[in-house]
């Protein structure tokens, strides 16, 4: 059964039209990170929440947003997409400093 | 510059090869995961290391913290194996967040 869900798999958004990206877990992990991952690069993280605390890279874009209502859902909002956000997005979910990290199948964002 | 070095960045092998890959780190780390990534997939973990040596079927990952080195190795690859292999480590003056080596692109031909 899968533990870490992102949805959608696939999302087709205009340029500069707000776009969410949800991912959700069943391991009760306190810690949830959000990577984006471009095309042959490594994976680039974005931001992450231990607990309910909210902990963003110095050189994320204030174009990209976090929620995390509740321990099982963490949600990346995109508030204007534009065609340099095209990507792969990973949700991964981790216990801090114990286990490996678990991570999601990834959303494929497209801008158009 | 990258404080996580893959190396080879690409390889291609024939099927029923023993594979190596490689990766190096600059400072003390608190665990280092080798993860697995198929083409347009998302990213499986295949291991997690702090010290010496794990298995899981014919794969196989070590690590050695005096030389801040690691390897994953692949016995008897298949061409299912074909993916991206990406070593990621957990500093220890980065709690909490991994940076990733750049990955390296395995091709395993039948």
């Known amino acids: 059964d899968a533990m870490v869900i992102q949805n959608p798999r696939y999302q087709v958004t205009q340029f500069g039209k707000p776009v969410t990206l949800s991912c959700s877990q069943t391991l009760n992990h306190n810690v949830m990170y959000w990577y984006q991952q471009k095309s042959s690069q490594a994976p680039k993280l974005l931001f992450h929440y231990y607990d309910k605390d909210f902990n963003n890279e110095a050189d994320t874009p204030d174009n990209f947003q976090s929620r995390r209502p509740n321990t099982s859902f963490c949600f990346l909002d995109i508030r204007s997409p534009g065609l340099g956000d095209a990507a792969m997005y990973l949700c991964a979910t981790s216990i801090q400093g114990i286990t490996e990290a678990f991570f999601g199948q990834g959303t494929r964002l497209t801008v158009v | 510059k990258n404080e996580v070095e893959q190396s080879p960045q690409n390889l291609t092998a024939q099927e029923g090869e023993f594979i190596t890959i490689n990766c190096s780190y600059s400072v003390g780390i608190s665990a280092l995961h080798w993860l697995q990534q198929h083409p347009g997939g998302g990213i499986v973990s295949l291991f997690m290391?702090?010290?010496g040596k794990k298995k899981h079927g014919r794969l196989i990952a070590t690590i050695n913290i005096q030389e801040k080195h690691s390897s994953l190795h692949i016995t008897a690859s298949h061409p299912r194996d074909s993916a991206v292999y990406i070593c990621a480590v957990r500093f220890n003056t980065n709690a909490g967040k991994s940076t990733f080596g750049d990955g390296t692109t395995l091709t395993v031909k039948p």
């Open positions: 290391l702090s010290s």
